[in-house]
């Protein structure tokens, strides 16, 4: 069965092994053998090349599987080599010490809610000895905010005082990888600086095609903003139409991904579909019969697709559908307009040779095997309804075979990524689309008409209705009954075995073949048995857990049958920031949903009191305030772990006449200096420490 798909499909023979090389060289470069891989990569890169070529000039026939070898081992080197190249902009060694840096913005800057974040590349280092030139470097700076950072735009050259941490990771369990995912982009430094710590200097003189387009983008974002566009209507417009997403706030988000419509918000193949049937449409009065107006018209068609990519970014999801649809818009010069697998093959090949770090972004594999799923099983499951004699029973066939087919091939990765399943997919997809479509060509029209602000108005009106109708489509959806199931936890193995299960059903429903049906439901009783077993392992034991969330000092109590305690230490907690760090850890250890705790609260192994907690046994006494200062005791209480966080003006000597202490848990919400004078007192009185910011979140078992 493989070796007729790897004959039947020839770009999988390339893309298999390009996949594995990629993977394999993150990996390595991500467990500290950078210096390894570097070393040998280029010596690997010729030895393969040079057998590659010695297989391909030999010319006896019972050989002819060395060319097939050496082919693979090429695909893979040359996998590794480009993780490591691209890598290298990101390997810079950041002075520990505060410097000036000469920075330009590169993007539009975010307006968060205390400071504006703006994305630069790093240009000189100005010290005491001259200055350093480190171009083509990128950086994550935020600054303070007020009027000054806020009217910051794309281009602008700034001074900064400031210092560069490389990206961390904060070390609680089972959390994005934070770190990874900005070196990968490339982001070798984070640095903040404050409103007197920086200034502008110039525009930056070095106009580059995609600051362009981003110019372009911020005109019709204006264009937008003028004609009144507003909150939830100019966030959706705009992620609809030229891919900017900032401006989505999180109820927003999360009522499409409820809903199953988040697809329609990401750049994806359903616009540049429908862009390519609106170029179609206007182009079509060039004759196909001639070869040269049909290759002006195929050329004109390619132009503006890939004109649009670049507009919006270059995006994974959009570069993708970009390279399908001019596929798919040259193979009609040669009579053979059909998509295939293999024509997908190529373009992930292809792509993730420029850009091989697209194999972990979640929108690139979510975009493959949905593409992939739809043109495997949809002409089956198209098959399934009965034959429609009238056009909108013909399309709606097609739209819910499409939408069946693209749920299956994406489930198990929306399962592992979002731990969340819509039921309601079909119901959206039918109501949304249409209305996606209806909306993009009304922006279309409405934009053309530009110059005419009057008649522009007038249309504007029209896609504000339409934008508001979508909008309330998709949060009535969200209030059905069994919206969507939640909590889901599926482990990375999971994933690969129900893609394997899935592909030996089709297999076997397509073909009847009894091996496939065998071998497919014994996939599915390992991959289940895997799960049971990861299960059990991962069941919750009881124990307390201190998580390294910066402004929200708290205490996670865990008993072994589920149940658990949130003891926050302020009385309005940033619970929001929590449950973003830390709900997919609950997810896989199956935890009921947490109780809340801010006040006195007592049961039967958990008593929260005057913020000190008791629990099987143990002991925490959580200082956020100065309740402790100037108190004396006849006799010191035992304190197993004596819980510092922000608010605390005093020092920890004050706070031993008071306790006898065991540990001492420094929170995250300290301030550098405040955390530094305590871990020296902690040295003095020789009682055991632990920093959260250095150590990471801490377990302690019962």
């Known amino acids: ?31 500290g053998q950078s210096d390894w891989v570097a070393s040998c990569v280029f010596p690997l890169f010729l030895l393969s090349f040079g057998l590659l070529s010695f297989s391909f000039f030999q010319k006896r026939y019972s050989r002819r599987w060395l060319f097939g070898v050496f082919l693979f081992f090429f695909c893979f080197v040359l996998g590794v080599v480009r993780t490591e190249w691209q890598l ?37 280092q100005i010290g005491s000895v001259g200055r350093k030139t480190i171009s083509g470097h990128k950086a994550l700076l ?43 982009h490339q982001v070798s430094g984070i640095g903040f600086a404050s409103a007197g710590d920086w200034k502008w200097v110039s525009k930056d003189s070095v106009y580059s095609f995609r600051r362009r387009a981003l110019d372009y983008r911020e005109q019709i974002l204006s264009v937008y903003r003028r004609l009144g566009f507003r909150g939830d209507n100019f966030a959706v417009l705009s992620a609809l139409t030229v891919g900017y997403k900032d401006d989505l706030s999180e109820d927003i988000r999360e009522s499409y991904s409820i809903s ?3 697809h329609v918000l990401a750049l994806s193949g359903l616009h540049i579909g429908f862009l390519y049937a609106l170029l179609w449409f206007f182009l079509q009065w060039l004759p196909g019969r001639w070869k040269a ?46 998509f295939s697998l293999n024509t997908l093959f190529a373009a992930a090949f292809f792509m993730l040779l420029c850009q091989p770090f697209w194999l972990f972004d979640v929108g690139f594999q979510l975009s493959v095997c949905a593409v992939a799923a739809i043109l495997l099983i949809q002409p089956r499951i198209y098959g399934w309804f009965p034959e429609a004699h009238f056009r909108l029973g013909r399309y ?46 009304a922006t279309v029209i409405m934009l053309l008409f530009t110059p005419l602000f009057s008649i522009q108005s007038m249309i504007a009106v029209g896609v504000k209705g339409l934008v508001e109708f979508l909008n309330s489509c998709v949060r009535w959806i969200e209030q059905l ?16 075995g129900g893609y394997l299960f899935l592909f030996l059903l089709w297999h076997y429903i397509c073909f009847r073949k009894r091996k496939s049906l065998i071998l497919g439901l014994s996939c599915l009783f390992l991959v289940c048995s895997y799960h049971l077993a990861m299960q059990v392992n991962d069941r919750p034991e009881q124990s307390f857990v201190f998580y390294n969330v910066r402004n929200c000092p708290v205490v996670h109590c865990l008993a072994s049958d589920g149940h658990s305690w949130l003891a926050y230490a302020d009385s309005l907690p940033d619970e929001t920031r929590l449950y973003k760090v830390a709900s997919k850890h609950w997810n896989r250890l199956h935890l009921e949903a947490p109780q809340s705790v801010t006040t006195y609260y007592a049961e039967s192994s958990f008593v929260f009191r005057n913020h000190i907690l008791s629990f ?26 004596l819980y510092l966080c922000k608010g605390y003006d005093g020092c920890l000597k004050e706070l031993t006449g008071l306790f006898v202490v065991r540990d001492v848990i420094l929170d995250a919400s300290l301030s550098e200096r405040r955390r530094e004078a305590y871990e020296k007192e902690c040295r003095q009185l020789g009682i055991h420490f632990i920093s959260l910011s250095d150590k990471g979140s801490v377990r302690f078992l019962l």
């Open 1 to 31: 069965m493989l070796f007729a798909w790897l004959h039947r499909y020839p770009f999988l023979r390339l893309l298999g092994p390009l996949i594995a090389g990629i993977y394999c060289g993150d990996e390595l470069i991500f467990r």
């Open 88 to 124: 290298q902009p990101a390997d810079y060694t950041i002075p520990e010490k505060e410097s000036v840096y000469r920075v330009v913005i590169t993007e539009r800057p975010q307006v968060k809610e205390r400071s504006v974040f703006c994305r630069v590349s790093l240009m000189e």
């Open 142 to 184: 935020y600054l303070s905010r007020d009027s000054l950072s806020e009217n910051l735009c794309s281009g602008d050259e700034l001074l900064a005082y400031t210092k560069f941490s490389p990206p961390v990771n904060n070390g609680n369990p089972d959390e994005f990888d934070y770190a990874r995912f900005l070196l990968r």
């Open 260 to 262: 199953g419509a988040s």
């Open 293 to 338: 107006t049909a290759l002006l018209r195929t050329l004109l068609i390619v132009l503006f697709l890939w004109g649009f990519a670049f507009f919006t970014g270059l995006s994974a999801s959009v570069v993708r559908s970009a390279v399908m649809f001019s596929l798919f818009a040259l193979s009609g010069l040669v009579r053979r307009k059909n």
């Open 396 to 441: 709606m066939r097609g739209l819910i075979s499409v939408s069946i087919a693209a749920q299956v091939g994406t489930a198990p990765l929306v399962l592992l990524y979002f731990s969340r399943f819509s039921t309601h997919f079909l119901l959206t997809n039918l109501l949304i689309i249409p209305l996606v479509s209806f909306i993009l060509y």
């Open 481 to 496: 009954p069994w919206a969507s199931l939640e909590r889901v936890w599926l482990y990375r193995l999971d994933v690969l």
């Open 616 to 641: 099987s046994g143990q002991r925490i006494c959580m200082i956020n305030d100065n309740r402790w200062r100037n108190k004396s005791a006849v006799r010191p209480l035992f304190i197993d772990h």
